[in-house]
């Protein structure tokens, strides 16, 4: 049984700069895997960010950026914007027999 | 503007049956490959089910694998989930998701489904 696992919880300050990590219990997560992130508010669906590691949508804020980092998929938050607080979700591919797996989420706060 | 709304949710009792649809618009549905997303209260994001562009080939969490059905009628932009023997634990907001290239990026806003007697 695959597992993605990232960051319960973080906090970081307003304007401030913040990782969330995804890591695969399969090994290193590299671009094959085709990290996608989202983010959701309470009572909302989730909102696409970023795909395929680092691409970001028409919507996706500038300061949000996506990435791998020492093994992870990675999104960097930098001058964290109080709306930011939310829900992230890290996705990542894996092909048959389970093609998406999601990471546990990371609830962000920012206070 | 891209789509997608979900429907058929509701409450049924264990042992259960229901019939979940997503209604695409915006785009032409044939292109992407579709999924079933569940969300149980208070959790996180689990993908149920995955559906191929030409409905070749199918995936199915553990989870709800043999009793659970993904189909898709591209001539009626829609996507279903069969789902039978529902379980306690199958109560979720359930959504479908599109998916392009390992690019998935438009969601339906849920319907709930509540497994209880």
């Known amino acids: 049984q695959t597992v993605v696992t990232q960051e319960p919880s973080l906090t970081v300050s307003p304007g401030g700069t913040v990782t969330l990590t995804c890591a695969s219990s399969t090994g290193p997560v590299t671009s094959g895997y085709y990290p996608n992130w989202f983010q959701q508010k309470p009572g909302q669906a989730p909102r696409a960010l970023i795909y395929?590691?680092?691409n970001k949508h028409s919507w996706t804020p500038a300061r949000f950026s996506g990435s791998l980092l020492g093994g992870k998929a990675a999104l960097t938050l930098s001058g964290v914007q109080p709306e930011d607080e939310a829900d992230y979700y890290c996705l990542l591919y894996y092909g048959a027999p389970q093609p998406w797996v999601f990471g546990g989420g990371t609830k962000l706060t920012v206070l | 503007q891209v789509q997608l709304v979900e429907s058929g949710g509701g409450l049924v009792k264990p042992g259960g049956s229901l019939r979940l649809s997503c209604e695409a618009s915006g785009f032409t549905l044939r292109d992407y490959y579709m999924s079933w997303i569940r969300q149980a209260p208070g959790k996180g994001l689990e993908c149920v089910a995955y559906?191929?562009?030409?409905?070749?080939?199918?995936y199915y969490a553990d989870s709800v694998k043999g009793r659970f059905t993904i189909s898709r009628d591209n001539a009626k932009n829609s996507v279903y989930l069969q789902m039978h023997s529902l379980r306690a634990e199958d109560t979720a907001l359930y959504y479908c998701?599109?998916?392009?290239?390992?690019?998935?990026?438009?969601w339906g806003q849920g319907t709930q489904v509540t497994v209880s007697s």
């Open positions: 395929s590691t680092s």
């Open positions: 559906i191929t562009r030409d409905t070749s080939t199918v």
């Open positions: 998701a599109r998916d392009l290239n390992w690019n998935v990026d438009y």
